[in-house]
């Protein structure tokens, strides 16, 4: 049975995420600040995380940051939960590491259906790999990057990107595709944020950004066929 962790400092909405998730067959353990979540964490990590924004002594933007460079939690789904609702506020949290992204008020059978949608995405991921791709080198595991045996720092959805254009190397995909696997989600302006996030991929990558193409009115690929080693 999963655990489901909720960081909120609102007891109302707590409650009643609490109880669809119970009654939906989760485990549950509820937190009202940042401080009490990371004690529990020394003890147990959990299947997902919904993380409010606005919490009393520590942000939860920072908060969701320190969670993506802990080795421990960086791979913890994570659903940012907040009534900021600016698209500069969700592309804020998606560019820290967020999985997905709800905006109160909600309906609980959005949460569940999210939550559901986000575990079976992150359940049975594959082994850690090395890929290349002529100058581009990704350590899945360690979730390094290099370009021509440089070191090229990428943001979590930066290096999710890269990932799935290496996995699909040779493939033309959707904005649409992109943004349900990498995002999870759909919102207003969706395109825009893949196209802003591909731009700033290209330009990471230096040399090695001339292998993503534009495929006129349908989406992005990356060019040639590439090298995959699993790690022992």
């Keep these: 049975m999963s655990l489901i962790y909720i960081v909120e400092d ?11 998730l119970k009654n939906s067959g989760f485990q549950v353990q509820e937190f009202g600040c940042g401080r009490e979540l990371q004690q529990a964490l020394e003890h ?5 995380i919904l993380l409010d924004i606005m919490l009393p002594n520590e942000d939860g933007l920072d908060i969701l940051a320190g969670l993506r460079n802990n080795r421990v939690t960086e791979k913890v789904p994570i659903i940012m939960v907040t009534a900021k609702s ?7 949290g998606l560019d820290l590491g967020a999985d997905d992204y ?4 909600f309906g609980i ?4 259906s999210r939550v559901k949608a986000l575990l079976r995405r992150t359940e049975g991921l594959p082994e850690s790999a090395v890929m290349s791709n002529g100058e581009i080198v990704v350590d899945t595991d360690r979730r390094r990057v290099t370009v021509a045996g440089k070191p090229c720092e990428l943001t979590f959805k930066e290096f999710e990107l890269l990932k799935m254009l290496l996995l699909n190397a040779g493939i033309v995909l959707s904005r649409d595709k992109i943004m349900d696997q990498v995002w999870g989600f759909d919102y207003e302006g969706e395109s825009r944020t893949v196209d802003m996030h591909i731009k700033t991929l290209r330009q990471k990558l230096g040399s090695g950004g001339s292998s993503i193409k534009t495929v006129r009115n349908v989406g992005y ?3 040639r066929e590439i090298s995959l080693e699993e790690k022992n």
């Design 102 to 105: 709800m905006t109160k008020p």
């Design 10 to 20: 609102d007891v109302n909405i707590r409650e009643i995420q609490r109880y669809a």
């Design 86 to 92: 600016s698209e500069l506020d969700k592309v804020k």
């Design 44 to 48: 147990q990590v959990p299947s997902l």
């Design 109 to 112: 059978m959005e949460l569940i």
């Design 221 to 223: 690929k990356m060019d």
